[in-house]
Nanobody, 126 residues
Framework: EVQLQASGGGLVQAGGSLRLSCTAS????????IAWFRQAPGKEREGVSC????????YYGPSVKGRFTASSDKAKNTVYLQMTSLKPEDTAVYYC???????????????????WGQGTLVTVSS
């Protein structure tokens, strides 16, 4: 059974850091793109980052570029999103999702992803 388990969210002050994890089971990352999306209350889901083929293909949305870093650990079948210099506007539920066809060359679109993790809440206080 294909599953994605997102974790690592929490409450942090503005300027702080968090590391999100997305652990896969039922498949390996080798042939998939893994993206992070976020959804704040009352807002649409936003594609934040995408990683594929290790660090060979990585995309960051303009709102997080320079502050967030995606990485993967093949042995653990886990993708990470290191978030630094967090801002109150980063507050959202963060989801990871997988796609077999995406190349991570542009902003992730939810329609391209077939399996999703359950989400982890990130709250950044001012």
């Amino acid at each position: 059974e294909v599953q994605l388990q997102a974790s690592g969210g929490g409450l942090v002050q503005a300027g702080g850091s968090l590391r999100l994890s997305c652990t896969a089971s039922g498949f390996t990352f080798d042939h998939y793109a893994i993206a992070w999306f976020r959804q704040a209350p009352g807002k649409e889901r936003e594609g934040v980052s995408c990683i594929r083929d290790g660090a060979a293909n990585i995309y960051y949305g303009p709102s997080v570029k320079g502050r967030f870093t995606a990485s993967s650990d093949k042995a653990k079948n886990t993708v990470y999103l290191q978030m630094t210099s967090l801002k109150p506007e980063d507050t959202a539920v963060y989801y990871c999702a997988r796609s077999v066809k995406v190349l991570c060359s542009s902003r992730p679109r939810a329609v391209d992803y077939d399996y999703w993790g359950q989400g982890t809440l990130v709250t950044v206080s001012s």
